[in-house]
Protein backbone atom coordinates (compact mmCIF):
# COMPACT_ATOMS: atom_id res chain seq x y z
CA UNK A 1 0.00 0.00 0.00
CA UNK A 2 0.99 3.01 -1.34
CA UNK A 3 0.71 5.67 1.80
CA UNK A 4 1.32 9.90 1.62
CA UNK A 5 2.33 12.36 4.70
CA UNK A 6 1.35 15.60 4.65
CA UNK A 7 4.54 17.63 6.05
CA UNK A 8 3.15 21.18 6.25
CA UNK A 9 3.23 24.30 8.71
CA UNK A 10 -0.31 24.60 7.66
CA UNK A 11 -2.81 27.91 7.53
CA UNK A 12 -1.16 30.79 9.04
CA UNK A 13 -4.57 32.19 11.16
CA UNK A 14 -5.07 28.16 12.32
CA UNK A 15 -8.45 28.26 10.46
CA UNK A 16 -10.32 25.19 10.37
CA UNK A 17 -11.72 25.42 7.17
CA UNK A 18 -8.22 26.44 5.35
CA UNK A 19 -6.61 23.44 6.91
CA UNK A 20 -9.24 21.67 5.47
CA UNK A 21 -8.78 23.03 2.02
CA UNK A 22 -5.08 21.73 2.46
CA UNK A 23 -6.54 18.72 3.06
CA UNK A 24 -8.69 18.47 0.11
CA UNK A 25 -5.44 19.73 -1.63
CA UNK A 26 -3.22 17.33 -0.73
CA UNK A 27 -5.65 14.59 -0.87
CA UNK A 28 -6.05 15.31 -4.52
CA UNK A 29 -2.18 14.76 -4.99
CA UNK A 30 -1.56 12.13 -2.88
CA UNK A 31 -4.30 10.02 -4.86
CA UNK A 32 -3.17 11.08 -8.29
CA UNK A 33 0.50 9.03 -7.01
CA UNK A 34 -1.15 6.14 -6.29
CA UNK A 35 -1.65 7.11 -2.15
CA UNK A 36 -4.37 4.98 -0.66
CA UNK A 37 -3.73 6.93 2.77
CA UNK A 38 -3.00 10.20 3.83
CA UNK A 39 -1.65 11.00 7.00
CA UNK A 40 -1.80 14.96 8.43
CA UNK A 41 -0.14 16.37 11.25
CA UNK A 42 -1.21 16.50 14.52
CA UNK A 43 -3.96 19.33 15.55
CA UNK A 44 -4.27 20.17 12.07
CA UNK A 45 -7.31 21.33 11.50
CA UNK A 46 -6.66 24.15 14.55
CA UNK A 47 -3.01 24.61 14.74
CA UNK A 48 -1.32 23.00 17.87
CA UNK A 49 0.39 25.89 20.37
CA UNK A 50 -2.68 27.86 20.17
CA UNK A 51 -3.50 28.10 24.05
CA UNK A 52 -7.19 26.75 26.30
CA UNK A 53 -8.94 29.26 24.80
CA UNK A 54 -8.56 29.12 21.18
CA UNK A 55 -8.40 25.22 21.69
CA UNK A 56 -11.72 25.25 23.10
CA UNK A 57 -13.12 27.41 20.37
CA UNK A 58 -12.10 25.29 17.93
CA UNK A 59 -12.88 21.75 19.51
CA UNK A 60 -15.32 19.85 17.71
CA UNK A 61 -17.18 16.46 18.61
CA UNK A 62 -15.60 13.40 16.95
CA UNK A 63 -18.69 13.18 14.22
CA UNK A 64 -18.59 17.38 13.79
CA UNK A 65 -18.92 19.54 10.69
CA UNK A 66 -14.92 19.42 10.30
CA UNK A 67 -15.11 15.39 10.57
CA UNK A 68 -18.22 15.63 8.24
CA UNK A 69 -15.94 17.31 5.44
CA UNK A 70 -13.15 15.24 5.75
CA UNK A 71 -15.31 12.43 5.05
CA UNK A 72 -16.79 14.17 1.92
CA UNK A 73 -12.65 14.97 0.66
CA UNK A 74 -12.46 11.22 1.84
CA UNK A 75 -14.85 9.97 -0.58
CA UNK A 76 -14.41 12.65 -3.24
CA UNK A 77 -10.41 11.44 -3.75
CA UNK A 78 -11.22 7.70 -3.09
CA UNK A 79 -8.33 7.97 0.03
CA UNK A 80 -8.40 7.38 3.74
CA UNK A 81 -7.85 9.87 5.80
CA UNK A 82 -5.84 10.64 9.04
CA UNK A 83 -5.38 14.03 10.94
CA UNK A 84 -4.74 15.81 14.14
CA UNK A 85 -7.81 17.95 15.75
CA UNK A 86 -9.39 19.26 19.32
CA UNK A 87 -12.05 16.97 20.37
CA UNK A 88 -14.63 18.33 22.53
CA UNK A 89 -15.92 15.41 24.90
CA UNK A 90 -18.23 14.87 27.71
CA UNK A 91 -18.87 17.61 29.93
CA UNK A 92 -16.80 19.93 28.13
CA UNK A 93 -13.89 18.08 28.26
CA UNK A 94 -10.69 19.30 25.50
CA UNK A 95 -8.79 16.09 23.84
CA UNK A 96 -6.00 16.30 21.87
CA UNK A 97 -7.57 13.56 19.04
CA UNK A 98 -6.85 12.43 15.67
CA UNK A 99 -9.34 10.74 13.07
CA UNK A 100 -8.99 7.98 10.84
CA UNK A 101 -11.53 7.69 7.87
CA UNK A 102 -11.64 5.33 5.49
CA UNK A 103 -11.82 5.95 1.68
CA UNK A 104 -15.81 5.96 1.77
CA UNK A 105 -15.62 8.31 5.08
CA UNK A 106 -16.41 6.22 7.37
CA UNK A 107 -14.70 6.17 10.87
CA UNK A 108 -12.56 3.65 11.83
CA UNK A 109 -10.67 5.10 14.45
CA UNK A 110 -11.00 8.05 16.89
CA UNK A 111 -7.98 8.35 19.83
CA UNK A 112 -7.00 10.75 22.16
CA UNK A 113 -3.78 11.35 23.27
CA UNK A 114 -2.54 9.86 26.07
CA UNK A 115 1.12 10.96 26.59
CA UNK A 116 0.57 15.25 27.28
CA UNK A 117 3.42 17.01 26.85
CA UNK A 118 4.59 19.50 29.11
CA UNK A 119 2.60 22.94 29.64
CA UNK A 120 1.54 23.17 26.00
CA UNK A 121 -0.82 19.96 25.97
CA UNK A 122 -1.76 20.34 30.20
CA UNK A 123 -3.02 23.75 29.58
CA UNK A 124 -5.22 22.88 26.95
CA UNK A 125 -6.05 18.84 27.15
CA UNK A 126 -6.96 16.40 29.36
CA UNK A 127 -5.62 12.73 28.99
CA UNK A 128 -7.04 9.66 27.29
CA UNK A 129 -7.40 7.00 28.37
CA UNK A 130 -5.51 4.89 25.86
CA UNK A 131 -6.61 2.30 23.66
CA UNK A 132 -5.10 -0.39 21.87
CA UNK A 133 -8.17 -0.33 18.65
CA UNK A 134 -7.39 -1.35 15.06
CA UNK A 135 -8.93 -0.75 11.78
CA UNK A 136 -8.01 -2.36 8.52
CA UNK A 137 -7.49 -0.65 5.45
CA UNK A 138 -6.03 -2.75 2.15
CA UNK A 139 -5.47 -5.59 4.15
CA UNK A 140 -3.12 -3.73 6.70
CA UNK A 141 -4.00 -4.05 10.51
CA UNK A 142 -3.62 -0.38 11.48
CA UNK A 143 -3.70 1.83 15.11
CA UNK A 144 -3.20 5.50 15.96
CA UNK A 145 -0.96 7.33 18.01
CA UNK A 146 -0.32 11.24 18.71
CA UNK A 147 3.14 12.49 18.65
CA UNK A 148 4.48 11.68 22.09
CA UNK A 149 2.77 8.58 22.68
CA UNK A 150 4.89 7.01 20.15
CA UNK A 151 8.44 7.39 22.45
CA UNK A 152 6.65 5.16 25.17
CA UNK A 153 7.68 1.86 24.39
CA UNK A 154 5.11 0.21 26.00
CA UNK A 155 1.47 1.82 23.53
CA UNK A 156 3.68 0.66 20.77
CA UNK A 157 4.14 -2.69 22.31
CA UNK A 158 0.31 -2.98 23.30
CA UNK A 159 -0.59 -2.24 19.54
CA UNK A 160 1.83 -4.87 18.03
CA UNK A 161 0.87 -7.29 20.42
CA UNK A 162 -2.76 -6.85 19.08
CA UNK A 163 -1.75 -7.36 15.35
CA UNK A 164 -0.63 -3.73 14.17
CA UNK A 165 1.24 -3.54 10.87
CA UNK A 166 1.22 -0.30 10.86
CA UNK A 167 1.05 2.44 13.92
CA UNK A 168 -0.09 6.39 12.05
CA UNK A 169 1.18 9.20 14.60
CA UNK A 170 0.39 12.54 13.53
CA UNK A 171 2.75 14.77 15.27
CA UNK A 172 3.69 18.88 16.38
CA UNK A 173 7.57 17.80 17.50
CA UNK A 174 9.96 20.87 17.67
CA UNK A 175 13.52 21.38 17.32
CA UNK A 176 15.56 20.21 19.36
CA UNK A 177 13.83 16.26 19.13
CA UNK A 178 15.07 15.10 15.74
CA UNK A 179 16.10 11.98 17.62
CA UNK A 180 12.67 11.12 17.00
CA UNK A 181 12.17 10.98 13.79
CA UNK A 182 16.20 9.59 13.44
CA UNK A 183 16.46 7.07 15.94
CA UNK A 184 12.82 6.48 18.03
CA UNK A 185 10.73 6.00 14.69
CA UNK A 186 13.18 3.23 13.72
CA UNK A 187 13.62 1.71 16.97
CA UNK A 188 9.86 1.50 17.24
CA UNK A 189 9.32 -0.30 13.96
CA UNK A 190 12.32 -2.48 14.33
CA UNK A 191 11.47 -4.26 17.81
CA UNK A 192 7.71 -4.33 17.31
CA UNK A 193 8.12 -5.49 13.25
CA UNK A 194 5.97 -2.98 11.93
CA UNK A 195 5.85 0.08 9.97
CA UNK A 196 5.10 3.40 11.90
CA UNK A 197 4.03 6.43 9.70
CA UNK A 198 5.03 9.81 11.87
CA UNK A 199 3.12 13.01 9.88
CA UNK A 200 5.28 16.25 11.60
CA UNK A 201 4.62 19.92 10.87
CA UNK A 202 7.13 22.45 10.19
CA UNK A 203 7.57 26.17 10.24
CA UNK A 204 6.98 28.18 13.08
CA UNK A 205 4.32 28.71 15.82
CA UNK A 206 4.98 31.38 18.32
CA UNK A 207 7.73 30.52 20.41
CA UNK A 208 8.14 26.53 18.53
CA UNK A 209 10.08 25.58 15.19
CA UNK A 210 9.13 22.47 14.35
CA UNK A 211 11.56 20.18 12.72
CA UNK A 212 9.92 18.58 9.68
CA UNK A 213 11.77 15.24 9.27
CA UNK A 214 8.49 13.42 8.79
CA UNK A 215 9.55 9.56 8.55
CA UNK A 216 8.50 6.03 8.25
CA UNK A 217 9.93 3.49 10.12
CA UNK A 218 10.95 0.19 8.29
CA UNK A 219 9.96 -3.14 10.09
CA UNK A 220 13.77 -4.22 8.84
CA UNK A 221 15.51 -0.29 10.48
CA UNK A 222 16.07 3.00 9.55
CA UNK A 223 13.43 4.67 7.97
CA UNK A 224 11.85 4.17 4.67
CA UNK A 225 11.59 7.47 4.29
CA UNK A 226 12.75 10.87 5.73
CA UNK A 227 11.67 14.39 4.94
CA UNK A 228 13.44 17.68 5.33
CA UNK A 229 12.51 20.81 7.14
CA UNK A 230 9.81 22.43 4.58
CA UNK A 231 6.58 21.46 3.37
CA UNK A 232 5.95 18.53 1.41
CA UNK A 233 4.21 15.21 0.36
CA UNK A 234 5.98 12.61 1.35
CA UNK A 235 5.24 9.19 0.08
CA UNK A 236 6.00 5.39 0.94
CA UNK A 237 5.41 1.93 -0.33
CA UNK A 238 4.72 -0.08 2.54
CA UNK A 239 5.21 -3.55 0.87
CA UNK A 240 4.18 -6.73 3.30
CA UNK A 241 6.40 -9.15 2.38
CA UNK A 242 8.96 -6.39 4.48
CA UNK A 243 6.70 -7.37 7.00
CA UNK A 244 6.96 -10.90 6.51
CA UNK A 245 10.88 -11.08 6.66
CA UNK A 246 11.28 -9.08 9.35
CA UNK A 247 8.96 -10.71 11.42
CA UNK A 248 11.15 -14.38 10.14
CA UNK A 249 14.07 -12.47 10.90
CA UNK A 250 13.50 -10.59 14.39
CA UNK A 251 11.47 -12.76 16.45
CA UNK A 252 11.06 -10.06 19.54
CA UNK A 253 7.51 -10.64 20.09
CA UNK A 254 7.23 -14.25 20.63
CA UNK A 255 10.65 -14.27 22.28
CA UNK A 256 9.30 -11.70 25.21
CA UNK A 257 9.27 -12.96 28.75
CA UNK A 258 6.34 -11.47 30.46
CA UNK A 259 7.39 -13.13 33.85
CA UNK A 260 10.38 -11.33 34.07
CA UNK A 261 9.26 -7.97 33.68
CA UNK A 262 6.70 -8.21 36.31
CA UNK A 263 9.77 -9.11 38.88
CA UNK A 264 11.46 -5.99 37.38
CA UNK A 265 8.98 -3.67 38.55
CA UNK A 266 8.35 -2.95 42.53
CA UNK A 267 5.16 -4.33 44.01
CA UNK A 268 4.94 -6.39 40.62
Given at each position: ?12 E??P ?7 D???A ?12 P ?42 G?P ?21 L ?88 A ?5 G ?16 Q ?17 L ?12 TH ?16
Amino acid sequence: MRIALLQTAGDPENRPAANLDRLDAAAARAAAAGARLLVAPEMFLSGYNIGREAALAAAEPSDGPSARRAADIARHHGIALAYGYPEIGEGGVIYNSALLLDRDGRTLLNFRKTHLFGDIDRAMFAPGEGTAELAEIDGLKIGLLICYDVEFPEVVRALALGGADLVLVPTANMKPYDAVSLFVVPARSFENELFVAYANRCGREGELDYMGLSCVGDPQGGNLVLAGDGEELVLADLDPERLKTARALSTHLPDRRPDVYRRLIPGG
